[in-house]
């Protein structure tokens, strides 16, 4: 995506400029590529010559280089706050990406918040995912899960429901 500014800074020569009073001056360089360090960025040093008609040159050596700032993005649907009961908090949703210039990288991170709460079975759920591209570029998207308990306690033993006893065999509780 910066070619033409990569072209447009050839064309002029880096910048420099060169006057001869003898003759024209023509200018050359040694541009080959633009090295990629990560996406698409990267630097190129160049040297510059000017060179007049009886061959004299001078010579200068400039760098151009691309910066990728861009930071990638979510392209699937992002999950939205939601409160569910303590037995239904979903698994984390896949989450999909792109950048500009590279490959992405998605991970999810629960952090839980049991401060605000006084019942053991309610707290929040922070669930961040961060996108980040080769050239550690980021983005984060945090999803809200309120978490409660109001479903009532089971028995899991069977009690008899009656019983019959004289008063000195009244069983301990």
Do not use: H, K
């Amino acid at each position: 995506g910066n070619t033409a500014a990569l072209n447009a800074w050839l064309a002029s020569n880096g910048g420099a400029s060169a006057t001869d009073v003898c003759s024209n001056v023509t200018w050359s360089n040694n541009f080959t590529s633009v090295s990629d360090t990560c996406g698409a960025t990267g630097s190129a040093t160049v040297t510059f010559t000017a060179t007049d008609n009886c061959g004299n040159s001078s010579s200068t050596t400039a760098t151009f280089t691309i910066i990728d700032t861009t930071n990638p993005v979510f392209t699937s649907e992002l999950p939205q706050n939601i409160s569910v009961s303590c037995d239904a908090i979903p698994n984390p949703a896949e989450m999909t990406g792109s950048d500009n210039c590279s490959d992405v990288t998605i991970t999810v991170l629960d952090t839980i918040d049991r401060e605000e709460s006084q019942c053991e079975g309610e707290y929040i759920i922070s669930r961040t995912w961060t996108i980040t591209d080769n050239c550690n570029n980021s983005s984060s998207y945090t999803q809200t899960i309120t978490v409660f308990d109001t479903t009532p306690p089971t028995l899991t033993t069977q009690l008899n429901t009656q019983i019959s006893v004289s008063c000195s065999e009244i069983p301990e509780i």
